[in-house]
């Protein structure tokens, strides 16, 4: 589905990204690695926010460098990015129609059904909900873009574990619908959850890429991240 | 708040419909003439053009100081084109044709000062539009063949319509109103549509925007289009209300007196800009009759100063206050009109995402 190919970004002296590559097909992937290892550079790369100096991006062969991040968007990639980003001024309910799109797979009303703790809060503005509630929120505009594939930049980030637990049924159900899914974590148990294969960022280069069941090695998690899931 | 806007306003409007006729009943007929016609009307003129720039701060968090220079292009283009205008330039159009040309006009220009600043923001942005403008203006000034120069195009006396003449202070004064009402209750049903959900986003996190799949600039543009149309319609009726248009209308005086409308009133609701016109006009009417006529300005800028410290968000932020202090509620977060909205500019793009 994405095609990443030796995907090169400097920022000033700064060289994030060190030639990443990856190839997303229809099975959820997760990247995992430590702060400041490029990962959420990596996403607003795909999405066109930062410039890639060098590299290629592809989605089902058709090359999205250059591409105004717009553009992108309408392609088919939504990112979810990290901290929710969700709209002070706008109610749920206008976050929603904003994006919503007639006809689709998605609609208003389907995310109404998926999380109904959002058709409760519709009036509510876009930074008066709880850190779980704004996550919703950021997955399901997301998701009314009806895209091909959904990045999502650290989804797990300051939620209680139960919320965790639900955002892992969530991610699933997408995947299972044929959504393609990237996943960027730094929370192993959501990664390996969600994910079949987990590619590990080290330095800007994906260090590794393995099925997600090899991840409970903790050999392996001490070698790469530096820490051992369950651990702390 | 939102929802109980449009209520509020409603109730406004039928007051002002009525007022004609109230005024006599409780003042003297010449004063009841003079409310109407020179504080009322007035207000609700430069309300208007006060509101296209109220539109675009609330809404798109874009600060313009281009807009009473658009609204002086609608002015000329009316005063070049319509029959009956001295000097007589082109003078070859009737009222029916030469305002909606006029009103073209503005918008054109609205379209293009909105591409020529597309991508400044902030303080820069009320640099670009401010030379911009007053760039325009110095030309108008200077341009003896167009625009007669310094001294302006008069007898621009204004359209009967079904036998009613706009010389008539009622029939101007519900013509005004009734461009005001219709663009005012426009601008609530235009910031509802997708358009203006777009727009708010904009304000909020443009980045954000353009992930989720819409063209920030071409928006941007476009809300500058309708913003100049506004103005537009404030210019037309300004030339009309002033028999006529001179420079000295679109100086940097009349300039900084829109932004000090709008500001006064509060940038959070479009309903901001004509409180606002309604005390500036006020006081800039009386200030010299009830203070000493050399300094009566020293008097207008310590009332303006008052309101901008007592509160930031301007007069409509009065009322909040006011209902929170009686209800003794908690402060909500951000729903309030002008809490979040007449936060500067930069403190919202600061939470951008990192690069």
Same mark, same amino acid.
């Not at chain 1, 999405?47 to 058709?62: D, K, N, R």
């Given at each position: 589905?994405?095609?990443?190919?030796?995907?090169?970004?400097?920022?000033?002296?700064?060289?994030?990204?060190?030639?990443?590559?990856?190839?997303?097909?229809?099975?959820?992937?997760?990247?995992?690695?430590?702060?400041?290892?490029?990962?959420?550079?990596?996403?607003?790369?795909?999405?066109?926010?930062?410039?890639?100096?060098?590299?290629?991006?592809?989605?089902?062969?058709?090359?999205?460098?250059?591409?105004?991040?717009?553009?992108?968007?309408?392609?088919?990639?939504?990112?979810?990015?990290?901290?929710?980003?969700?709209?002070?001024?706008?109610?749920?309910?206008?976050?929603?129609?904003?994006?919503?799109?007639?006809?689709?797979?998605?609609?208003?009303?389907?995310?109404?059904?998926?999380?109904?703790?959002?058709?409760?809060?519709?009036?509510?503005?876009?930074?008066?909900?709880?850190?779980?509630?704004?996550?919703?929120?950021?997955?399901?505009?997301?998701?009314?873009?009806?895209?091909?594939?959904?990045?999502?930049?650290?989804?797990?980030?300051?939620?209680?574990?139960?919320?965790?637990?639900?955002?892992?049924? /969530?991610?699933?159900?997408?995947?299972?619908?044929?959504?393609?899914?990237?996943?960027?974590?730094?929370?192993?148990?959501?990664?390996?959850?969600?994910?079949?294969?987990?590619?590990?960022? /080290?330095?800007?280069?994906?260090?590794?890429?393995?099925?997600?069941?090899?991840?409970?090695?903790?050999?392996?998690?001490?070698?790469?991240?530096?820490?051992?899931?369950?651990?702390? | 708040?939102?929802?109980?806007?449009?209520?509020?306003?409603?109730?406004?409007?039928?007051?002002?419909?009525?007022?004609?006729?109230?005024?006599?009943?409780?003042?003297?007929?010449?004063?009841?003439?003079?409310?109407?016609?020179?504080?009322?009307?007035?207000?609700?003129?430069?309300?208007?053009?006060?509101?296209?720039?109220?539109?675009?701060?609330?809404?798109?968090?874009? /600060?313009?100081?281009?807009?009473? =220079?658009?609204?002086?292009?609608?002015?000329?283009?009316?005063?070049?084109?319509?029959?009956?205008? /001295?000097?007589?330039?082109?003078?070859?159009?009737?009222?029916?044709?030469?305002?909606?040309?006029?009103?073209?006009?503005?918008?054109?220009?609205?379209?293009?000062?909105?591409?020529?600043?597309?991508?400044?923001?902030?303080?820069?942005?009320?640099?670009?539009?401010?030379?911009?403008?007053?760039?325009?203006?110095?030309?108008?000034?200077?341009?003896?063949?167009?625009?007669?120069?310094?001294?302006?195009?008069?007898?621009?006396?204004?359209?009967?319509?079904?036998?009613?003449?706009?010389?008539?202070?009622?029939?101007?004064?519900?013509?005004?109103?009734?461009?005001?009402?219709?663009?005012?209750?426009?601008?609530?049903?235009?910031?509802?549509?997708?358009?203006?959900?777009?727009?708010?986003?904009?304000?909020?996190?443009?980045?954000?925007?353009?992930?989720?799949?819409?063209?920030?600039?071409?928006?941007?543009?476009?809300?500058?289009?309708?913003?100049?149309?506004?103005?537009?319609?404030?210019?037309?009726?300004?030339?009309?209300?002033?028999?006529?248009?001179?420079?000295?209308?679109?100086?940097?005086?009349?300039?900084?007196?829109?932004?000090? =409308?709008?500001?006064?009133?509060?940038?959070?609701?479009?309903?901001?800009?004509?409180?606002?016109?309604?005390?500036?006009?006020?006081?800039?009417?009386?200030?010299?009759?009830?203070?000493?006529?050399?300094?009566?300005?020293?008097?207008?800028?310590?009332?303006?100063?008052?309101?901008?410290?007592?509160?930031?968000?301007?007069?409509?932020?009065?009322?909040?206050?006011?209902?929170?202090?009686?209800?003794?509620?908690?402060?909500?977060?951000?729903?309030?009109?002008?809490?979040?909205?007449?936060?500067?500019?930069?403190?919202?793009?600061?939470?951008?995402?990192?690069?």
């Amino acid at each position: 589905m994405l095609e990443v190919r030796d995907l090169h970004v400097r920022f000033g002296q700064a060289h994030i990204l060190q030639g990443v590559s990856l190839s997303i097909g229809p099975r959820p992937m997760a990247i995992v690695g430590r702060n400041g290892m490029g990962k959420t550079t990596l996403c607003q790369a795909i999405m066109g926010l930062v410039h890639a100096t060098e590299g290629e991006i592809a989605l089902g062969g058709e090359r999205l460098n250059g591409l105004p991040p717009f553009r992108i968007a309408r392609r088919g990639i939504a990112l979810v990015p990290q901290g929710r980003r969700t709209f002070p001024s706008l109610s749920v309910e206008e976050h929603l129609r904003l994006v919503a799109l007639r006809g689709a797979a998605w609609t208003v009303e389907r995310v109404y059904q998926t999380f109904p703790r959002l058709a409760e809060r519709r009036r509510n503005g876009g930074t008066e909900l709880s850190g779980g509630e704004q996550q919703m929120l950021a997955i399901a505009r997301a998701l009314l873009m009806n895209p091909k594939l959904v990045i999502m930049d650290e989804p797990s980030e300051g939620l209680a574990p139960v919320i965790v637990d639900q955002l892992i049924d /969530v991610l699933r159900g997408l995947s299972n619908d044929g959504m393609g899914v990237l996943l960027v974590e730094q929370n192993l148990r959501v990664a390996m959850a969600v994910a079949d294969e987990v590619a590990i960022m /080290v330095t800007g280069r994906i260090a590794t890429s393995l099925p997600a069941k090899r991840l409970e090695d903790p050999e392996l998690q001490r070698r790469y991240l530096g820490v051992a899931a369950g651990g702390h | 708040m939102r929802s109980r806007a449009a209520p509020w306003s409603l109730l406004g409007l039928a007051v002002l419909l009525a007022l004609p006729w109230l005024l006599p009943q409780l003042l003297p007929q010449g004063q009841a003439q003079f409310w109407t016609a020179s504080i009322l009307g007035r207000a609700i003129v430069f309300g208007i053009i006060a509101m296209s720039l109220t539109f675009l701060a609330t809404y798109g968090g874009f /600060v313009s100081l281009a807009q009473m =220079m658009i609204a002086g292009i609608a002015g000329y283009t009316l005063a070049i084109f319509v029959e009956g205008a /001295v000097p007589r330039v082109v003078g070859l159009l009737g009222y029916g044709a030469a305002i909606p040309l006029a009103l073209l006009a503005a918008t054109a220009m609205g379209i293009l000062m909105g591409a020529i600043s597309l991508r400044s923001r902030d303080i820069y942005l009320l640099m670009i539009t401010l030379a911009l403008g007053m760039g325009v203006f110095r030309f108008i000034e200077t341009n003896i063949a167009w625009f007669n120069g310094y001294e302006g195009i008069r007898n621009v006396v204004g359209p009967s319509l079904f036998g009613l003449d706009f010389r008539n202070a009622l029939v101007f004064y519900h013509a005004a109103l009734g461009t005001a009402a219709l663009l005012y209750f426009g601008i609530l049903y235009l910031v509802k549509t997708p358009f203006g959900l777009v727009l708010q986003g904009i304000r909020d996190n443009p980045r954000r925007v353009a992930a989720l799949g819409y063209a920030v600039g071409l928006h941007r543009i476009a809300a500058f289009g309708v913003a100049g149309f506004i103005a537009g319609c404030g210019g037309v009726l300004s030339t009309i209300y002033n028999i006529g248009i001179s420079p000295g209308s679109i100086g940097l005086g009349a300039t900084v007196n829109i932004l000090i =409308m709008s500001v006064i009133g509060g940038l959070g609701h479009p309903i901001g800009a004509f409180i606002g016109s309604l005390i500036f006009t006020v006081l800039d009417t009386f200030a010299a009759t009830i203070y000493d006529r050399d300094r009566f300005n020293t008097l207008i800028g310590l009332a303006f100063l008052a309101i901008v410290l007592v509160s930031p968000d301007g007069a409509i932020g009065v009322g909040a206050r006011l209902r929170r202090l009686l209800t003794a509620q908690p402060r909500p977060a951000s729903r309030v009109c002008g809490e979040v909205r007449s936060r500067p500019p930069s403190t919202r793009t600061a939470k951008e995402e990192p690069p």
